[in-house]
């Protein structure tokens, strides 16, 4: 069974930093493409980065503020949040794959505020 757990999410102020973390399980984690997308409150969810082997992608809004990684050893993926703002308030999900489409955990709130 495919299984994400999201951890790291919190309330900072603008400017501040968060790592969002992932730990997954039930699959072969160095085969896949793992993403990050958020949901904000009342819109869609949108695509944040995908990291594939070593090679990472990000949305045009992260504009150099966040960084994707991943350790294959340890099944994990996680999304550093740097230069916060109050845009960036949302649920942020992990995902199996390249896009939103894929299976996502039950994710982790960020919220932007001072």
């Known amino acids: 069974e495919v299984r994400l757990v999201e951890s790291g999410g919190g309330l900072v102020q603008p400017g501040g930093s968060l790592t969002l973390s992932c730990a997954a399980s039930?699959?072969?984690?160095?085969?896949?493409?793992m993403s990050w997308v958020r949901q904000a409150p009342g819109k869609g969810l949108e695509w944040v980065s995908t990291?594939?082997?070593?090679?990472?992608r990000y949305a045009d809004f992260v504009r150099g503020r966040f960084s994707i990684s991943r350790d294959n050893a340890k099944n994990t993926v996680t999304l550093q949040l740097n230069s916060l703002n109050p845009e960036d308030t949302a649920m942020y999900y992990c995902?199996?794959?390249?896009?939103?489409?894929?299976?996502r955990g039950q994710g982790t709130q960020v919220t932007v505020s001072s």
């Open positions: 995902v199996m794959g390249p896009d939103l489409t894929g299976q």
């Open positions: 039930g699959f072969i984690f160095r085969d896949y493409a």
């Open positions: 990291i594939y082997v070593e090679i990472p």
